[in-house]
């Protein structure tokens, strides 16, 4: 199964709507990846270990997405939509990680890019040269906030973490990343249809065992 054969009806009406199915989502991960119930575990910006989680979700998993989106410009349209889709994925498991409020982000619609002459169901893939520019300032934002998590397992010292500039790093990114899908005239309903198409992907594969 790929996103091709997923249905979309709109199914996700707000950004709101789509953190929960992304928190849900998530959830259900973790519980392959070893954390059965996520809700009890005591997840610490300042612990070596899920410091590396976290960089692994963002500076690994993330990053290698929108990688993938680049390096597949030349190949079929819906190569390219799909691996943005999964950044879209990483991008928000990052932040559920961290345990962040929706309410406490700028909302992505006052983000994103808006022309009227834009309508939505007839994405363009951007240039190679376009999409390198604009999606260097969220590559950027990422290892700033990553640079803040120093701890490592073998390190004898153990670093704290400066929650308020985590906190405006962190904001910082997810601004950027929304600006850069708006610089790619991407709108709010395309978002939810991109996440939407790979959420009932992964869900088929944790179903089925992929």
């Known amino acids: 199964m790929n996103t091709t054969e997923v249905k979309y009806n709109n199914n996700i009406k707000s950004f709101k709507e789509l953190y929960k199915y992304a928190r849900k989502q ?29 960089k ?29 889709g999964d950044a879209i994925n990483f991008f928000l498991s990052a932040f559920v990680m961290v345990g962040v409020d929706f309410k406490s982000l700028k909302n992505p619609e006052e983000l994103l890019y808006s022309d009227k002459e834009i309508t939505h169901g007839i994405m363009k893939k951007p240039t190679y040269k376009k999409f390198s520019k604009e999606v ?52 709010p309903e395309d978002v939810f249809e991109l996440f939407w198409r790979k959420y009932q992907v992964n869900l088929f594969r944790i179903k089925t065992g992929y």
């Open 26 to 54: 998530f959830l259900l991960y973790e519980k392959l990846e070893g954390i059965d119930d996520w809700e009890k575990y005591d997840f610490s910006i300042d612990c070596s270990e899920d410091q590396m989680k976290f």
């Open 56 to 84: 692994d979700m963002l500076q690994i998993r993330f990053i290698e997405e929108l990688t993938e989106a680049s390096i597949s410009i030349n190949e079929p349209e819906e190569h390219f939509w799909e691996e943005i």
């Open 136 to 187: 260097y300032p969220t590559i950027e934002s990422v290892g700033y906030l990553c640079n803040l998590l120093k701890n490592r397992p073998w390190a004898q010292s153990n670093y704290l973490v400066s929650l308020l500039d985590f906190d405006e790093r962190l904001n910082r990114l997810w601004n950027n990343f929304w600006i850069f899908l708006g610089n790619m005239q991407i709108q």
